[in-house]
């Protein structure tokens, strides 16, 4: 398997992957992929055998500290075609976007996502260290972050979604009996 950065020929295919790999909410998923990439960040593809398998995308955010904003990366969406799912492709993508993060210089990384997952990878519960999820609909172990080499203590505070995903409705789970 192969790790590296997106290039423009790889959009359809990851497109494909998201469909795929999120079911009945793939179009949608894929077409916040779409919008977040045009912001820029780190977008990571696996390969196996030349065939793009796997994605990964790093989007920027905004931590509000008391002392200033701080930019901080975003890690959604993850695809891996089903059909491989339980090969580590995931865990390989996300393992190298937080290595090349570090290496950028990124204080942490944020994500909403299942906490049995991304604790392995060495997530950790957002609201256990202090800061504050941008929506109540987000359940609290599902907020995670990690912090890199270039964390500081007083970087604490509400992570500030990007716009993209409130127009895209992509933040925490809606109730549709409320």
């Given at each position: 398997?192969?790790?590296?950065?997106?290039?423009?020929?790889?959009?359809?295919?990851?497109?494909?992957?998201?469909?795929?790999?999120?079911?009945?909410?793939?179009?949608?998923?894929?077409?916040?992929?779409?919008?977040?990439?045009?912001?820029?960040?780190?977008?990571?593809?696996?390969?196996?055998?030349?065939?793009?398998?796997?994605?990964?995308?790093?989007?920027?955010?905004?931590?509000?500290?008391?002392?200033?904003?701080?930019?901080?990366?975003?890690?959604?969406?993850?695809?891996?075609?089903?059909?491989?799912?339980?090969?580590?492709?995931?865990?390989?993508?996300?393992?190298?976007?937080?290595?090349?993060?570090?290496?950028?210089?990124?204080?942490l990384v944020f994500l909403e996502g299942d906490p049995g997952f991304y604790s392995r990878a060495g997530f950790k519960t957002g609201g256990d260290l202090g800061f504050r999820k941008p929506s109540l609909r987000i359940p609290?172990?599902?907020?995670?972050?990690?912090?890199?080499?270039?964390?500081?203590?007083?970087?604490?505070?509400?992570?500030?979604?990007?716009?993209?995903?409130?127009?895209?409705?992509?933040?925490?789970?809606?109730?549709?009996?409320?």
């Amino acid at each position: 398997m192969e790790i590296r950065e997106e290039v423009p020929a790889d959009h359809a295919t990851v497109r494909r992957v998201h469909e795929a790999a999120f079911g009945d909410h793939g179009v949608k998923v894929a077409d916040l992929n779409e919008a977040l990439r045009r912001m820029g960040g780190l977008s990571l593809v696996a390969e196996v055998d030349g065939a793009v398998v796997g994605h990964v995308m790093f989007s920027t955010s905004l931590l509000d500290a008391p002392r200033k904003l701080v930019e901080v990366p975003v890690l959604s969406p993850i695809g891996v075609l089903p059909e491989l799912h339980g090969n580590g492709i995931g865990s390989a993508l996300i393992r190298r976007g937080l290595e090349i993060l570090d290496e950028r210089g990124a204080p942490l990384v944020f994500l909403e996502g299942d906490p049995g997952f991304y604790s392995r990878a060495g997530f950790k519960t957002g609201g256990d260290l202090g800061f504050r999820k941008p929506s109540l609909r987000i359940p609290d172990g599902a907020f995670q972050v990690y912090p890199l080499a270039a964390y500081e203590d007083w970087m604490t505070g509400t992570l500030v979604y990007s716009p993209v995903f409130w127009e895209h409705d992509s933040v925490g789970l809606r109730d549709p009996q409320a």
